[in-house]
């Protein structure tokens, strides 16, 4: 989690958000039917919009993924994706099985 974003993903407001979004998604992958894991937010949240309710707590920005398709979302935007995946919170981490051999 990047450091400018902790106070809103620690948020009462997230919180709440994530798991009633949750729950009206029955707990399911919304793309695979999965166990999600992740309320994914479809525009990504940067500094200049994490203060802004219609795109951090707007359900039409909401998603809920399993680990695998957030991870598939998230590696298609990446120049060099291979090697890379995130962990369960969603952070960007480095796979041991791809790590490059120097």
Request: proline share 5%; net charge positive; hydrophobic share 30%.
């Given at each position: 989690m990047q450091k400018w974003a902790e106070k809103f993903y620690k948020s009462k407001a997230w919180e709440e958000t994530r798991k009633v979004y949750y729950i009206s998604?029955?707990?399911?992958c919304e793309r695979c039917g999965k166990p999600g894991s992740i309320v994914?937010?479809?525009?990504?949240?940067?500094?200049?919009?994490?203060?802004?309710?219609?795109?951090?707590?707007?359900w039409s920005n909401l998603e809920l993924l399993c680990i695998d398709c957030h991870?598939?979302?998230?590696s298609k935007k990446l120049p060099i994706a291979e090697g890379l995946c995130f962990?369960?919170?969603?952070?960007?981490?480095?796979?041991?099985?791809?790590t490059p051999h120097l």
């Amino acid at each position: 989690m990047q450091k400018w974003a902790e106070k809103f993903y620690k948020s009462k407001a997230w919180e709440e958000t994530r798991k009633v979004y949750y729950i009206s998604r029955f707990g399911l992958c919304e793309r695979c039917g999965k166990p999600g894991s992740i309320v994914h937010h479809k525009i990504r949240l940067t500094p200049k919009n994490i203060n802004n309710p219609e795109i951090t707590l707007n359900w039409s920005n909401l998603e809920l993924l399993c680990i695998d398709c957030h991870n598939k979302e998230h590696s298609k935007k990446l120049p060099i994706a291979e090697g890379l995946c995130f962990d369960e919170q969603g952070n960007l981490v480095q796979s041991e099985k791809h790590t490059p051999h120097l």
